[in-house]
């Protein structure tokens, strides 16, 4: 079982670019999230869906949007990507919400430049 | 708002000791869930334990063991003769009751073990 698979594993990309990372499960959790993490920030939450069809903003959504089509895919989008969101971001997902474990996707690199 | 704080940024110590990793938290709500997870050098999060809020036995897992106390805000790790494989990042999380769909990670705790 592959679990949570993030794409792609690591990315440079221009500032003012546009850029979808992807995340897939195949564990058909109905609670998926993305998260950044910054060297002495900890992991953040940017935004999270509880199920298919619904999302949520978490801690820092800002120049980030998510949508969540069906049960195994929650892709996160930067629209005009800018330094500061130069981080590496994970992707995880977990079967009763966040009262519960969850699973990690191998996490993507991405540096803005 | 929920808050955790792991005041420890990084912590070496020589194999086969122990060492407790602190981890306070914050909450207004009396029902709400503690995590650990575990950062290893090759960077996937692997958890290690869940807590209740209404549970505040302390849980031994072979060298690990975890003591919960709600009168201190507190969910602290110890791991008993460390070992190499030991060396981390850990985060303590919290999550709290429903309509707060979020886990609160702190800002981790790196731990070097030496051989």
């Known amino acids: 079982t592959a679990g949570i698979t993030q794409a792609p594993t690591s990315q440079i990309l221009a500032a003012g670019r546009s850029m979808t990372l992807r995340c897939t499960q195949d564990m058909r959790h109905n609670a998926m999230y993305w998260y950044r993490q910054d060297l002495g920030l900890g992991l953040r939450l940017i935004h999270y869906?509880?199920?298919?069809?619904?999302?949520g903003k978490g801690e820092v959504p800002d120049g980030y949007s998510v949508s969540r089509a069906n049960t195994d895919d929650f892709p996160l989008t930067l629209a005009s990507a800018v330094p500061s969101q130069t981080s590496v971001y994970f992707c995880a997902s977990s079967d009763g919400g966040p009262y519960t474990e969850a699973f990690f996707g191998q996490g993507t690199r991405l540096t803005v430049v | 708002a929920q808050k955790v704080t792991q005041a420890q940024t990084e912590i070496s110590v020589v194999e086969k000791e122990d060492v407790t990793l602190d981890c306070v938290y914050e909450t207004r709500d009396t029902t709400y869930y503690l995590f650990w997870y575990k950062q290893p050098p090759s960077g996937e999060l692997v958890f290690l334990i869940r807590?209740?809020?209404?549970?505040?036995q302390n849980e031994i897992s072979g060298r690990y063991s975890w003591n919960f106390q709600k009168s201190t805000s507190s969910f602290n790790f110890t791991i008993t003769a460390s070992q190499v494989v030991d060396s981390a990042v850990y985060f303590c999380a919290l999550s709290e009751n429903f309509g707060n769909e979020k886990l609160t990670f702190g800002t981790g705790t790196r731990l070097t073990i030496i051989p």
């Open positions: 807590r209740n809020s209404f549970d505040e």
């Open positions: 869906s509880n199920t298919a069809g619904t999302t």
